[in-house]
């Protein structure tokens, strides 16, 4: 079971999707979604992201289990009578009319009046900052534009909750992470609650107060940003969640909330201990690689080891080494590029340390 919240708007309550009784595309999914809160469902394709959000949207009904609004039951609910925004990867907007007449729209099928729907209208465009484009069509519009559109459609008619898929898929880098931002501050600024599907970890980690970690309908892992990329809950969302050195031994001591783990015969490392841990058992060391440094920066506490440099590639502000450690190829520290440094020579040993406390030693097995 996974953490409650304080104050839930969206109650999921062991739910299960299966087209055919046998392959289950969710499974037993417990979680709750705080009212106001910006909720990130994260996680590959095929992981069962969507699909949940489709099921809190009405648009596939769960096997199994119940979805909660507000403590009402919403299983058999059609979706429009769930009073829920929706904004999609493609805007789906009508071209055949103005960006004023887009956002309108649903108060129009609500029958709101007419002086309302301008006024609303209005303070909409006000928020998108688009209210000088209100007579242009959709095709008149940039992606960019085109997608706040979407945006303040989703918002006008004051939902409690507000549902993306992937709503910035088709822009560009740039354009993707000025929305980013733009999405923030219209969140911030109105206090509605927001469910966001993303593949992309770094939007995810950038945007959310809280993110779900989603793999084979499962999911793995549910916190604050901070805590899933500094303190994975296992070696699925460690390997999933930005870059990770991740070396594999076996456990051979758990004490004081640390473990230890040796990857060769002459080399044991330590770190923080993650649950699910057995001695003997074969487990995962969780480590980023800007916290790994050379051994003359370490203090007491460390990890100590000597690797073998294979490759350094300048990225600007920082250096990305390449290492053979314990055997292994593929271990990459991130070094900050500093006036007058100096670089292991490629080919050459070079003595690398890391804090116990910057590492977890997590279960090889997803949850």
Known sequence: MLASVANPLITF???????DGETFVTRNLNFAIEEGEFLSLLGPSGSGKTTTLMMLAGFEAPSGGAILLGGSRLNETPPHRRNIGMVFQNYALFPNMTVAQNIAFPLAVRKVGKSEQRSRVEAALSIIELAHLADRRPAQLSGGQQQRVALARALV??????????PL????????EAMQYEIKRIHKRLGVTIVYVTHDQSEALTMSDRVAVFHHGRIQQMAAP????????????????GENNGLEGQVVD????YASL???PDVTIRGRAGAGLSIGKTAFLALRPENVSFDADSGEGSNRLTGIVKEAIYCGDHWRLHLTVAGRDGFI???????GMTLPVPGQPAAISWRQDDCK???SESA
């Open 333 to 339: 520290m991130k070094v900050p590029n500093r006036a």
């Open 226 to 241: 901070k805590l899933i990329y500094e303190d994975p809950a296992n070696a699925f969302v460690a390997s999933f969640i």
């Open 13 to 19: 309550s062991g739910i299960d999707k299966t087209y």
């Open 254 to 257: 758990l004490s004081d909330d």
């Open 262 to 264: 040796t990857l060769t």
């Open 361 to 363: 030693v997590v279960a």
């Open 157 to 166: 008619f004051e939902p409690k909750l507000v549902l993306m898929d992937e």
């Open 169 to 176: 898929g088709a822009l560009d880098k740039n354009l993707r």
